[in-house]
C-alpha cells in the first residue's frame, strides 16, 4: 500500500503578513497616544506644582521678613503699617464733639477747611502715638493709646494737633472712630494696630487761602421748568475763618420748595441757627462768577454763618393769572462760626 505523499503548508502571502502585524501596530499607536497624554497632562501638571511650590516658598519667606522687620520695628518704638500679619479682631471706639457744640479756633487762624484722613492698619510708636497726614504731606502725631486706653470713660473734648513743619498749620479733631486689631509674632511678641477714622478741621494761620483755585458759579438746564445752579469752593480750597471767631461747627440745611419773598430771600438754617439768603440774587448775579463763601448773620445771636456750597433747584410756576414765579430747592453746607466764650459748653 503506497502512503499518499504529505499534504503541503499553504504559503503565508503578503496579506496574511499584513493581518498579524495590525494588532501590533495599534498596540504601539495605543501605547504611543497613551504617553502623548500622560506628557501632555503631567508635564504641566508638574511644572504647575513646581510654580506652586516656589510661590508658597517665597511667600513664607516674604512672610518671614516682614515678621522680622516688625519685630525690628517693635523693639525700637516705630510706628508701623502692619501688612500679611495675623490678627484677630478688638474693641471699636469713637469720639465725637457733642451735636451742636463748637470746636475751638486756634488764635490767629485766618483760613480753614474740613480735614478727613484714615488711619489705616497701623501700629503705635512707643509712645502710642500714630501719624496724621495732612496737605502737603504735613505729618503730625496722634496719641491715639491715651485716648483709647485712658480716656475712653470721660467727655470728648477736641484734640488740637500741630505741625513741627508748618507752624501756621493746626488741626483740630472732632471725631474719632478707631477699630484695634490684635497680632502676635514668633516668640510670643504681641502688639495691636489701628484702623481709624478722624475727622475735623484744618486751620491756616498763613496765606494758605490766597492759593485758592476759585470755581465759577455753574448753572445747567435741564428743561423749560426746571433749571440747577451749583455755587462752591474747589475740594481744596480753604475758606476764610470770621475775624475774632473763637468757635466753629458745621451747617448742613436744606430749602425745599420755597417761594422768596419780594427781596428775593428765603429763610435757612437749622432751629439753632436760622438766617436770610437772598438766593435769587445769588442765581440771577452770580452765576458765571467767581464764588465766594457767602457770610450771613444768624438771627438773634452774635453768630456768623459762612456758606461754602449750595446748589439750587428752581422751578417755574404759574398762578391763575398766568403770572409766573419760582421757587426754590436747595442743599447747603458751611459752618457756623461764633465770638463768644466756648469753653463752657
Known amino acids: 500500500m503506497t502512503t499518499p505523499p504529505p499534504i503541503p503548508s499553504p504559503r503565508r502571502g503578503k496579506d496574511d503578513r499584513k493581518d498579524n502585524l495590525s494588532p501590533i501596530v495599534f498596540s504601539i499607536i495605543g501605547v504611543g497616544i497613551i504617553l502623548a497624554l500622560a506628557i501632555a497632562i503631567g508635564v504641566p501638571a508638574y511644572f504647575k506644582h513646581l510654580k506652586q511650590q516656589r510661590i508658597a516658598k517665597e511667600n513664607e519667606q516674604y ?44 488764635q490767629g487762624a485766618t483760613w480753614m477747611k474740613p480735614f478727613i484722613y484714615r488711619i489705616d492698619n497701623m501700629a503705635p510708636d512707643s509712645n502710642g502715638n500714630v501719624s496724621v497726614i495732612a496737605c502737603d504731606r504735613l505729618r503730625t502725631l496722634l496719641p491715639i493709646d491715651s485716648l483709647v486706653f485712658s480716656s475712653s470713660d470721660k467727655p470728648f473734648s477736641p484734640i488740637t494737633l500741630h505741625f513741627a513743619d508748618d507752624p501756621a498749620k493746626t488741626v483740630v479733631l472732632t471725631y474719632i472712630n478707631a477699630d484695634i486689631y490684635n497680632h502676635c509674632e514668633k516668640d510670643s511678641i504681641s502688639y495691636h494696630s489701628y484702623v481709624a477714622f478722624v475727622k475735623g478741621f484744618l486751620f491756616d494761620s498763613g496765606t494758605a487761602g490766597e492759593n485758592n483755585k476759585i470755581m465759577p458759579g455753574s448753572g445747567v438746564e435741564r428743561d423749560h421748568d426746571n433749571q440747577l445752579y451749583t455755587f462752591t469752593l474747589h475740594e481744596d480750597d480753604f475758606a476764610p475763618v470770621i475775624k475774632g471767631a473763637t468757635g466753629v461747627k458745621q451747617f448742613v440745611c436744606s430749602v425745599d420748595n420755597r ?6 430771600k428765603v429763610f435757612v438754617g437749622t432751629a439753632n441757627a436760622r438766617a436770610w439768603l437772598n438766593i435769587d440774587s445769588m442765581v440771577n448775579k452770580t452765576t458765571g462768577k467767581a464764588f465766594r463763601p457767602v457770610t450771613l448773620k444768624i438771627k438773634g445771636s452774635n453768630d456768623v454763618v459762612s ?30 462760626f461764633t465770638t463768644d466764650s466756648i469753653i463752657s459748653q
Open 259 to 264: 417761594v422768596p419773598d419780594k427781596a428775593g
Open 63 to 106: 512672610r518671614e521678613e516682614m515678621s522680622q522687620m516688625r519685630i525690628s520695628d517693635l523693639k525700637e518704638g516705630r510706628e508701623f503699617y502692619v501688612r500679611d500679619a495675623a490678627q484677630s479682631a478688638g474693641d471699636s471706639y469713637m469720639f465725637q464733639l457733642e451735636e451742636g457744640d463748637f470746636a475751638p479756633v486756634p
Open 307 to 336: 456758606l461754602t456750597e449750595i446748589s439750587v433747584t428752581t422751578r417755574l410756576h404759574s398762578d391763575k393769572k398766568n403770572n409766573e414765579y419760582k421757587s426754590y430747592n436747595a442743599t447747603i453746607h458751611g459752618h457756623v
